[in-house]
């Protein structure tokens, strides 16, 4: 597991429960255990979302020992890390972690090296990105606007860099830009300001 600092974890878990909380519809009551289920989400990202799979399922069997409002698994090793929050209806559920279906753009010439498919994991970081860059952060000029930032962590091949490219392939062009810059050990800061 990464060692990061207890502020830290404290303000990811402020802000999954933000982003949660804004998809909530304007004049809808939850119940108690509905914020319950948020709260628990967003802490389990927040924690547990740096531990190994391993880590991960000693983590779910931790809450698991605190009654805490899991998801019902449908498959042995199954854990809150394998669902992802659903608010509708006037109420919180867990629904299970399952990409959207492939199809390729009918207006692009098909290019087998730029392919990028929809995994379990790349829906799992669309679904938190989402629910932390999209929350506006007031700041103290009437006209500014600061995002959040988010920083993807992981071994080499576990997707980070196709699953922000899935994400940023959604954005409305007119609005918002994507610029990729990648980074090794060659990266000095002269060629880091080259490029932007």
Known sequence: MMDVSLAMKIMNTLSLVNGLLKSVPAGTKLLDIDYEKIVVYALSWAVGGLYEAAERFQFHEFLQSKSAP?????????????????????????????????????????????????????FRVEFLVNNILTQPRPTHSSTAFVQNGVLLIGGSGTAKTSSVLMWAQKFDLAVQLFKRINFSSATSPGLFQASI
Request: glycine share 0%; aromatic share 14%.
């Open 70 to 122: 899991l998801p019902q698994n449908k498959k042995e090793n199954e854990t809150i890390f394998d669902y992802y929050v659903l608010i509708q209806d006037q109420k919180v559920e867990y629904a299970l972690v399952k990409p959207e279906e492939w199809k390729p753009a009918a207006d692009k010439a098909f290019k087998f090296s730029q392919l990028l498919l929809p995994t379990i994991d790349s």
